[in-house]
């Protein structure tokens, strides 16, 4: 079962901030969050293991309720580098990775 | 430090045509292999994965097949390709679950 992002798409101006969130019907072990440029392949942000744990890097954090089965990604005073698709990624007990419907960024100057 | 390999870049086939993609992995032994597909403007659609040597799991019915003949060597093959095959082939390796993923950096496919 795919994760359902929201939104599915988030126009910023430069220092604005922005929320992503993630959604599974499915029970969760980790979740990962991965940022895509147009034309490239996906990069790795981050990953919250099941604990509810918090995780932050630079401007940019991610919290995990295994509870509700929800990841939400938090972007800080965006850059314009910051703009491309976010996907959330899932895992179970398997070791595969559904990644969820994602959500493109777009910050402007 | 680990590296992964991913070839060609781009491919243009005609319908009917076989395929095979390959990606190998260095700096690393044991690794998950995945291969993901993502249409244009679309999501990552896990195609299959595998978790050692001939163990492959496949997550998606098609004309697809995938095989891991070496460690760290994942190959994508089609006997026929169809136009619906057009799409961004992307093969990843991870350390075991609950890991970071690393792409390779894609096959472009265009069937026609």
């Known amino acids: 079962q795919q994760p359902v992002q929201s939104p599915q798409a988030v126009i910023l101006r430069e220092g604005e901030d922005a929320v992503i969130n993630c959604s599974s019907s499915?029970?969760?072990?980790?979740v990962h969050w991965y940022r895509q440029k147009h034309g490239e392949a996906p990069v790795f942000l981050m990953i919250?293991?099941?604990?509810?744990e918090q995780k932050g890097h630079d401007k940019i954090s991610a919290s995990f309720n295994e509870k509700k089965q929800q990841s939400s990604l938090y972007l800080t005073a965006s850059q314009l580098s910051y703009s491309g698709t976010y996907f959330c990624?899932?895992?179970?007990?398997?070791?595969?990775?559904?990644f969820g419907t994602g959500t493109r960024l777009q910050v402007f100057p | 430090s680990q590296t992964i390999h991913q070839w060609p870049a781009t491919l243009v086939q005609p319908v009917g045509s076989p395929l095979s993609l390959e990606c190998t992995v260095e700096?690393?032994?044991?690794?998950?292999l995945y291969w993901y597909r993502q249409a244009a403007g679309r999501g990552l659609q896990l195609l299959f994965y595998?978790?050692?040597?001939?163990?492959i799991s496949s997550e998606v019915p098609q004309n697809l097949s995938a095989s891991r003949p070496q460690d760290r060597q994942f190959i994508l093959s089609s006997k026929k390709l169809l136009l619906s095959d057009s799409g961004f082939y992307l093969c990843?390796?991870?350390?075991?679950?609950?890991?970071?993923?690393?792409f390779g950096n894609g096959t472009r496919l265009t069937v026609t």
């Open positions: 990843a390796w991870s350390n075991r679950l609950n890991s970071p993923l690393h």
């Open positions: 499915k029970a969760l072990y980790s």
């Open positions: 919250l293991l099941k604990g509810g």
């Open positions: 990624g899932t895992e179970g007990t398997t070791d595969k990775l559904i």
């Open positions: 700096g690393t032994s044991n690794p998950n």
């Open positions: 595998s978790v050692g040597i001939g163990q």
